[in-house]
C-alpha cells in the first residue's frame, strides 16, 4: 500500500505538508487512533498541571513561545508532525 502521493516529495514539504498529505492517504482508522493517542497525552499533560498549579505558568510559557520562541515552538511542532505521520506510516505497511 502506497500512502504517498506519487508528485509528492516528503523530503521537501514541511513536516505539517507531509503529515496532512500522510493522513488523507493513509487508513483512516490508524488516523483516528493516532490523533486520539495525541489527545490523551494533552489531556494528561493538562491534568498534570492543573494538579501542579501550572495553569497560569503555562500560558505564559505559551504566549512567550508564539511571541519570543518562535522556532523552538515550531520545532516542538514539527517534531509532533512528524512524530504522528512515522506512527500512521509504520502502522499502514
Do not use: W
Not at 490523551?40 to 519570543?68: P, Q, S
Not at 504522528?84 to 505497511?93: D, H, K, P, R, S
Amino acid at each position: 500500500m502506497n500512502i504517498f502521493n506519487e508528485e509528492d516529495d516528503f523530503l521537501v514539504t514541511t513536516p505539517k505538508a507531509n503529515y496532512f498529505s500522510i493522513s488523507k492517504n493513509a487508513n483512516q482508522n490508524i488516523v483516528e487512533m493516532e490523533f486520539e493517542k495525541v489527545l490523551e497525552r494533552l489531556a494528561v499533560a493538562e491534568k498534570l498541571m492543573e494538579d501542579k498549579g501550572l495553569e497560569d505558568e503555562f500560558e505564559l510559557v505559551l504566549h512567550e513561545m508564539r511571541a519570543i520562541g518562535k522556532m523552538e515552538l515550531e520545532d516542538r511542532v514539527n517534531g509532533l508532525f512528524l512524530e504522528l505521520a512515522g506512527n500512521i506510516v509504520t502502522q499502514c505497511e
